[in-house]
T-cell receptor
Framework: GIQVEQSPPDLILQEGANSTLRCNFSDSVNNLQWFHQNPWGQLINLFYIPSGTKQNGRLSATTVATERYSLLYISSSQTTDSGVYFC?????????????FGTGTQLKVEL | EPEVTQTPSHQVTQMGQEVILRCVPISNHLYFYWYRQILGQKVEFLVSFYNNEISEKSEIFDDQFSVERPDGSNFTLKIRSTKLEDSAMYFCASCFLNTEAFFGQGTRLTVV
């Protein structure tokens, strides 16, 4: 099956710093999503981005489908950005477009 | 804004007992899913459901698991005889058609 690797696995930032999280995938994908898992375990949708670039406030994401990677940019980080960031990819199958999640990046933002 | 809702948020059960996890997907969505996340690990696909039948399932989804859409709104996951290793966060998700998937807040299942 498709492999989804994220880097770095762990990241500690000072509040106000910027960061880039990376997601590499091993095959062509139909869809890519970024999620933030907050300390309560909820998966919050950040971006639905099969290709191109999108921005939402301090966050932006870019997917280069032909080169099989996606980047999530966090600018001016805040303590509330802490948590685990997952990318998830979808490939077309005969079934139901399941998402395959990456290994995650654990982010901690300190004062 | 429409959202996927799951109940209960936390369930503790004894090994060997049956549990039913409940989900209400977004109303106009057509595909429904269950995923699980063992503590500290990544989120894993269990099963997808479309047009009132299972469309795909993973190796994890063995005979102890079943899903049902008993009416027009609920989507349930049943574990017949829970094992310690079934302890995990279970997420329900839904999407319309080849579009963004939305996840519920999860049910944390603890088997003791």
């Amino acid at each position: 099956g498709i492999q989804v690797e994220q880097s770095p696995p762990d990241l500690i930032l000072q509040e106000g710093a910027n960061s880039t999280l990376r997601c590499n995938f091993s095959d062509s994908v139909n869809n890519l999503q970024w999620f933030h898992q907050n300390p309560w375990g909820q998966l919050i949708n950040l971006f639905y981005i099969p290709s191109g670039t999108k921005q939402n406030g301090r966050l932006s994401a870019t997917t280069v489908a032909t080169e099989r990677y996606s980047l999530l940019y966090i600018s001016s980080s805040q303590t509330t950005d802490s948590g685990v960031y997952f990318c998830a990819v979808e490939i077309l199958t005969g079934g139901g477009n399941k998402l395959t999640f990456g290994t995650g990046t654990q982010l901690k933002v300190e004062l | 804004e429409p959202e996927v809702t799951q109940t209960p948020s936390h369930q503790v059960t004894q090994m060997g007992q049956e549990v039913i996890l409940r989900c209400v997907p977004i109303s106009n969505h057509l595909y429904f899913y269950w995923y699980r996340q063992i503590l500290g690990q990544k989120v894993e696909f269990l099963v997808s459901f479309y047009n009132n039948e299972i469309s795909e399932k993973s190796e994890i989804f063995d005979d102890q698991f079943s899903v049902e859409r008993p009416d027009g709104s609920n989507f349930t996951l049943k574990i017949r005889s829970t094992k310690l290793e079934d302890s995990a966060m279970y997420f329900c998700a839904s999407c319309f058609l080849n579009t963004e998937a939305f996840f519920g807040q999860g049910t944390r299942l603890t088997v003791v």
